[in-house]
Antibody
Framework: QALLQESGPGLVKPSQTLNLVCTVSGGSISRGGYYWGWIRQRPGKGLEWIGYRYYNGETFYNPSLKSRITILADTSKNQFSLKLTSVTAADTAFYFC?????????????WGPGTLVTVSS | IQLTQSPSSLAASVRDRVTITCRASQDISTYLNWYQQQPGQAPKLLIYDASRLQSGVPSRFSGSRSGTDFTLTISNLQPEDFATYYCQQTYISPPSFGQGTKLEI
């Protein structure tokens, strides 16, 4: 399994843009076989799939967030990122980066530890 | 697709056998995964494709399917099994999760 680690600011002001980076080790985001993406969990709540990216640049986003999300990759650093624009308090959550297996039921087999992002002025 | 887990919470004892159910609102074939989440940690994959055990997961965990009903069974509960469990469907995008089942001592 790959090791993933999220990084980024823990506090973002309302209406601003949330930017998180996931650094991957033990697996290349430039090869096929996996999607690389993000899941979030509001404190005390359930899991919400945000989206993921394939090595060829193809992206898949949750329609509920699609207009505000961009997932990019920096293959030279083996990193991928999440940009979420126009944040509100409802975007306060733990954000997990994750690796999803392609094929079958596409399970998420590797997760970062998660990072809490609070949206507040 | 709606996934409804039952029960929402469950109290059990070490060495018990417990069953958690996840009901899909429509046919999702075997596109169903199960995760375990300990407090303050990321979820961990237990079962994929409804019944396949993830590598490294103890064999006391098992999954099954009957139509649109999916079951996670934990036999011989161990102290480290007390956690929250989520099912996830990937049949129709976006992938979605059940609301979770908290397994307590």
């Amino acid at each position: 399994q790959a090791l993933l680690q999220e990084s980024g600011p823990g506090l973002v002001k309302p209406s601003q843009t949330l930017n998180l980076v996931c650094t991957v080790s033990g697996g290349s985001i430039s090869r096929g076989g996996y999607y690389w993406g993000w899941i979030r969990q509001r404190p005390g709540k359930g899991l919400e799939w945000i989206g993921y990216r394939y090595y060829n640049g193809e992206t898949f986003y949750n329609p509920s967030l699609k207009s505000r999300i961009t997932i990019l990759a920096d293959t030279s650093k083996n990193q991928f990122s999440l940009k979420l624009t126009s944040v509100t308090a409802a975007d306060t959550a733990f954000y997990f980066c994750a690796r999803t297996v392609t094929g079958g039921a596409s399970p998420i087999d590797s997760w970062g530890p998660g990072t809490l992002v609070t949206v507040s002025s | 697709i709606q996934l409804t887990q039952s029960p929402s919470s469950l109290a059990a004892s070490v060495r018990d056998r417990v069953t958690i159910t996840c009901r899909a609102s429509q046919d999702i074939s075997t596109y169903l995964n199960w995760y375990q989440q300990q407090p303050g940690q990321a979820p961990k994959l237990l079962i994929y494709d409804a019944s396949r055990l993830q590598s490294g997961v103890p064999s006391r965990f098992s999954g099954s399917r009957s139509g649109t009903d999916f079951t996670l069974t934990i036999s011989n509960l161990q102290p480290e099994d007390f956690a929250t469990y989520y099912c996830q469907q990937t049949y129709i995008s976006p992938p979605s999760f059940g609301q979770g089942t908290k397994l307590e001592i």
